[in-house]
């Protein structure tokens, strides 16, 4: 069994700052690709930033772009995303998503439970 758990959401005022990590653990062979995604209620849940399994390539949102950098320590398979100059629009849930091969050679998408983001003065 394979576990994605998220932490560091909060309550931030506009302009501030926060930074999510999300830990795996559990039968875990190798971690491919690894992102966060966030959903606003009543709204579909997207992709905000994206790493590739050496940490070299990223992907990031046109809405996030030059705020937000994702970021990975494979050596404690962990991702994080450092989130800078906070908007009330970035309030949402945010999803770890970790594509995880386990050690019975299966690989497939695994996501975390969630944590919070609220941006508000």
């Known amino acids: 069994q394979v576990q994605l758990v998220e932490s560091g959401g909060g309550l931030v005022q506009p302009g501030g700052s926060l930074r999510l990590s999300c830990a795996a653990s559990?039968?875990?062979?190798?971690?491919?690709?690894m992102g966060w995604y966030r959903q606003a209620p009543g709204k579909q849940r997207e992709l905000v930033a994206s790493v590739s399994s050496g940490g070299r390539n990223t992907n990031y949102a046109d809405s996030v772009k030059g705020r937000f950098t994702i970021s990975r320590d494979n050596a404690k398979n962990t991702v994080y995303l450092q989130m800078n100059s906070l908007k009330p629009e970035d309030t949402s849930v945010y999803y770890c998503n970790a594509n995880i091969r386990d050690l019975g050679y299966v690989s497939r998408d695994y996501w975390g439970p969630g944590t919070q983001v609220t941006v508000s003065s």
């Open positions: 559990g039968r875990i062979l190798r971690i491919n690709n």
